[in-house]
């Protein structure tokens, strides 16, 4: 039946107003709502359904038939185009784009192309760690292990090396080859300018035998493509180093550091010694490697015979590579700390791992290799988007894409997973085991693989695109209520707060301080459905990994040892209250808890999902955004009273089937009426 719709209220009030009462009786009937030609309508549902106005066959097929039916618009849901706006629709839904989201300063991003003359390199601001300032690369003339047969251009600064006088130390750690000095904490001069006059000398050989100048023979630095010598000491433009007026000299007379005159008065600058090839030792502990401060030191370079995992047919083979970032390693040899951790970075005995597992690239255009982070960032935003569509193809219930366990992965998170990738930058947990993500070579991102993810996954809520797009359990909750249920969190329009100086206002437990009870009281219990995925990450916080309480983090915490090692960062470690103080070393999603928040932490986003379909609001929201998105407005009150309820019992009888309350929609009168 046509839907009827009257007068619009001004025009017909003018109306009514010039016609004598029996007229305005019979002017008040409504009369029935015209529909769209059928070429219209087919246009209409082809742009809504396929992104794309009808072609000309599909345009004569319907006017053959004279027609739209129901299976008609489930053809046009069969194709491709369909699907394509299906992935559309969830990715606006979802907010699915997590580039401002993921912190990557470049620390983890090697620059060069692996040529004979660009060896790969972290020349950002890893750099600053492992060689003594940010953008800093190795020396790319001198072959790692033949650095004690290779000319060297500070010979005249002997000895260069007393701590370790090979090229590597005794656990292969690459040593420094050449270095310079900082130019950000030194002045240097060309050596002739310096020594300019009548005692003038030409090479940093010749300031051996010079009396006059030979004190600067350390100081002497060959530096630049040219290999020019200069005397670099501290820069006296610069109020730190200008401080630093004690000369320290050895005992044949030559300066060895320039100091500052009064270093209990804690300057910000106490000294600067020679450059040597002898790295400090962080806090003193050997083989944890420290350039020294105002050197620049560089290790040499290898040709790695290990392909790495982006290289296409055009890369060199082999590449080359500086010598830290050549090496494979999961752990420090002299201290056992992991590599496997952003801290690989500034720790020149880890590398970049097998295949430079560890490390991004940028886009070579010349090899056609594309850039890493890039690439993995575009396909943690696909993959919420295959979840879906997948459901929506299988004509499965629409809400499994909260709480199946299915997913996909292309080439480039195949070998992100399969071989433990992105360290330093993605905090992602491997979804399943290791040997269940299917193989997709690298270069193969647009072929998708469907596989089976661990019993903790719930559909979209645990991907890492969700996660990172919503980094906290307060902002996964908020969404979740914003998407899923067209709900807003916000406090009545009549609340009323107690003084300032009310106790109530200091408490901690956001769930009870007064004001803001209205709107966490909700949040609070439901953000634990989320507890055991780390904020601002993806990392799943497994039992066995970590458990509610740990005891070396409560005895770090008694100890005043926040750190404690960096293994307690998921665990309360400092007290804010007495709960807090009760709470050393338990995770920290438990505290505060009842005991049914702590149910949720355990049963996850699935059980949320279950809860909520037991209410209808999932079903009814549905309903309006689908209404929203096909009609291009959200529901009026008029047609919420008319189609709200049908539609959501329908999708409800349909077993939750998205297209069948697409089909629903798109018949309805209001879709196909001129307003």
């Known amino acids: 039946m046509d839907r009827v719709r009257c007068l619009a209220a001004l025009a017909g009030a003018a109306f009514l107003l010039a016609q004598p009462a029996a007229a305005q009786d019979e002017a008040a009937v409504c009369a029935p709502v015209a529909k769209v030609p059928l070429e ?72 060069g192309t692996g040529a004979a003359d660009s060896a790969l390199v972290l020349s950002g601001n890893s750099a600053s760690a492992l060689r003594g300032a940010n953008n800093v690369t190795c020396d790319a003339t001198i072959e790692q292990d033949a650095c ?47 020594t300019a006059g009548a005692n003038a ?145 500034g720790d020149r005995s880890c590398g970049c791992g097998d295949r430079f597992r560890r490390c991004e690239v ?60 992105g360290v330093g930058i993605f905090n992602v947990t491997t979804p399943s085991a290791m040997e269940a993500v299917p193989a997709v070579p690298y270069e193969e991102n647009g072929r998708w ?26 902002a996964r909750v908020n969404h979740f209520y914003e998407a899923f249920l067209c709900k807003t969190f916000s406090p009545p329009a009549d609340v009323s707060l107690p003084a300032p100086e009310d106790s109530c206002n200091r408490e901690n437990n956001l769930a009870v301080r007064c004001g803001c009870n209205y709107c966490h009281a909700t949040i609070e219990p439901t953000g634990a459905h989320w507890g055991r995925y780390a904020e601002r990450s993806a990392q799943f916080l497994s039992p066995e990994q970590f458990p ?6 409560r005895d770090c915490a008694l100890n005043g040892d926040t750190n404690c090692g960096g293994e307690c960062g998921q665990y309360v470690m400092q007290a804010y209250d007495g709960d807090g103080a009760s709470s050393l070393g338990m995770l920290k999603t438990y505290l505060y808890r009842t005991p049914d928040e702590e149910q949720n932490i355990e049963a996850g986003p699935q059980l949320l999902v279950q809860r909520m379909l037991q209410t209808g609001d999932l079903e009814r929201c549905t309903v309006k955004r689908i209404w929203n998105e096909f009609l291009g407005r959200p529901m009026t009150a008029e047609e919420q009273r008319m189609y709200l309820a049908p539609l959501s019992q329908e999708f409800a009888k349909s077993g939750h089937r998205l297209k069948a309350l697409i089909e629903r929609v798109v018949m309805t009168d209001a879709y196909r009426r001129i307003d």
């Not at 299976?71 to 580039?99: G, P």
């Not at 000895?159 to 050449?178: A, I, N, Q, S, Y």
Request: charged letters at 25%.
């Open 548 to 553: 509610r309480f740990d005891p070396k983090c």
């Open 40 to 111: 219209r309508h087919l246009r209409q549902l082809s742009l809504d359904l396929l992104g794309r106005p009808p072609t000309h066959e599909e345009y004569l097929a319907i006017q053959a038939k004279g027609s739209i039916g129901a299976e008609d618009i489930r053809a046009l849901m069969e194709k491709d185009e369909f699907y394509a706006r299906i992935r559309a629709y969830h990715r606006a839904l979802l907010r699915s784009n997590i580039s401002a989201s993921v912190f990557d300063n470049g620390n983890s991003r090697m620059s």
């Open 449 to 474: 693989e469907e596989y089976t993810r661990d019993g903790e996954h719930a559909g979209v809520l645990t991907t890492p695109a969700f996660l990172y797009r919503f980094p906290t359990q307060r």
């Open 201 to 345: 000398v030409s090479t940093c050989e010749a300031l051996k035998t010079s009396t006059a100048w030979g004190k600067y023979l350390f100081f002497c630095d060959v530096r630049g493509a040219a290999r020019e010598p200069f005397i670099c000491v501290p820069d006296p433009g610069r109020t730190a180093t200008a401080a630093l007026t004690v000369e320290e000299l050895d005992a044949n007379g030559r300066l060895v550091a320039f100091k500052h005159p009064n270093p209990a008065s804690r300057p910000t600058l106490t000294e600067l010694k020679r450059c040597t090839l002898d790295p400090d030792w962080r806090n003193g502990v050997k083989g944890d490697y420290l350039p020294t401060r105002g050197c620049l030191q560089r290790e040499g370079y290898v040709m790695a015979q290990t392909q790495p995992f982006w290289a296409t047919a055009t890369t060199p083979n082999p590449v080359k590579v500086c010598a830290i970032e050549a090496q494979n390693r999961t752990h420090n040899p002299w201290t056992l700390a992991s590599c496997e951790t952003g801290r690989f970075t």
């Open 362 to 421: 940028n886009a070579i255009s010349a090899q056609g290799v594309r850039g890493v982070h890039e690439l993995r960032v575009a396909a943690f935003n696909e993959e919420p988007l295959r979840i879906a569509e997948s459901v929506v193809k299988r004509d499965e219930p629409y809400f499994n894409i909260l709480t199946t366990r299915r997913s996909y992965v292309n080439g480039t998170l195949s070998e992100f997973y399969r071989n433990r990738q």
């Open 148 to 194: 004690l047969t290779a000319s060297q251009p500070d010979s005249h600064a002997e000895p260069l090396r007393t701590r370790v006088t090979k090229c590597r130390d005794d656990h292969g750690v690459p040593m420094p080859v050449t270095f310079d000095y900082d130019t950000n904490l030194h002045r240097c001069t060309p050596l002739a300018t310096f």
